[in-house]
């Protein structure tokens, strides 16, 4: 709780989408180094001050946790730029560590208010060796409490296997010997035919949730903690759908399945949608977050709020209980992210 009796609000779910211009600029100019000529650039060729990167979270993500009542956020780099089917293997290295250097840099700047998710080097043609290495020098070296996972690095058509499949078994080995969960989260869509942020994404987790439900991964990883992002799509909507069909199959009740290994964040713009989340899936199995500043950035007009303000509609639905609405709020976060928990127990010290 804080001082003021109210829930801590943890969110799970923040992208550093105000990074320095820099950054993206150097991104463009590897994919163009290496498509165009073949070359590959170097990360040392970045260049960006602290004071350029307080500026950035300053004006950016930590001026809307305080408008939005957001004590500590889980940051990551941009979901959309992860882009893993731009290049190749050494490509996606290269660029998710000069990625996960700027959100470590970023929460050394600002320690009260973010804890690290890295971005992992997946491609569509590579092993997953890369990852489980990336994963675990931004665990052990810089702190991070958990990783994002993208189900789709071919970004938009769908050439990757299940998530299920054993080509991630190390990783997910790795996840549960670190103690970090991932959130399964599609990044930018090279299809023409599937736009991004609101059909790709969204695809991506209702796909990956059928995926989960109709495999035995928990049995081989019964540890294994996985988030799907943005109120798990169409799941909450569908319920129902997706329960008969698991009855069907003979795999049973679909909170069974789900049970302490699958959760859904809060990241709905609308009052009728987190009230239809927070109805249909147990508290117990929801984490607060708001995705800023993410897909949807602007103020709604029949409110007046910024449609990110997730809090306000998350503390005016009705049906919850302190006890629940303290669970989605952070105390599910803090058990999802152990090493979260561990990092605000020594802040607490």
Sequence with gaps: MS???????????????????????????????????????SADGLELSDDELAEALSNGPVALQDRHR?????????AGLMAHHYGDQETSVVWSRLSNEVIHRAC?????????????????????????????????????????LNPDPSDGHWQAPPITDPYY?????????????????????????????CAHYLNADITVFMQLCQSDLFD?????????????????????????VLYDQGRGDLLDIMGDNISFDTCLYGQRGMQLLVDTVPAKNLLFAS???????????????????????LESTGGLSEVD???????????????????MDERNA
């Design 3 to 41: 001082e003021t009796g109210a829930p801590m609000y943890v969110d799970c779910h923040a992208h550093f989408t105000s990074v320095p211009h820099v950054v993206k600029q150097w991104r463009n100019r590897q994919i163009a180094e290496y498509e165009q000529h073949g070359r590959r650039l």
């Design 70 to 78: 957001i004590e500590l956020s889980l940051l990551s780099p941009i």
């Design 108 to 148: 050394r700047l600002f320690p009260d208010r973010f804890a690290g998710v890295c971005q992992l080097p997946q491609s569509p043609r590579g092993g997953i060796d890369a990852s489980v290495a990336e994963l675990r020098r931004c665990v052990e070296e810089f702190g991070f409490v958990g990783c994002n």
């Design 169 to 197: 078994y190390p990783l997910y080995a790795e996840m549960v010997e670190l103690g970090v969960p991932a959130m399964v989260h599609a990044s930018m869509s090279a299809n023409p035919a599937v736009q991004g942020t």
């Design 220 to 244: 081989r990883f019964p540890d294994l903690r996985l988030i799907l992002p943005h109120g798990g799509g169409a799941v909450p909507y569908h319920w129902d759908r997706y329960q008969g």
């Design 291 to 313: 995705e800023m500043i993410g897909a949807v950035r602007g103020v709604d007009p029949s409110t007046g709020r910024r449609y990110d303000d997730t809090r306000s509609l």
């Design 325 to 343: 609405l303290a669970a989605i709020a952070s105390a599910n976060a803090l058990r999802v992210f152990p090493r979260l928990a561990r990092i």
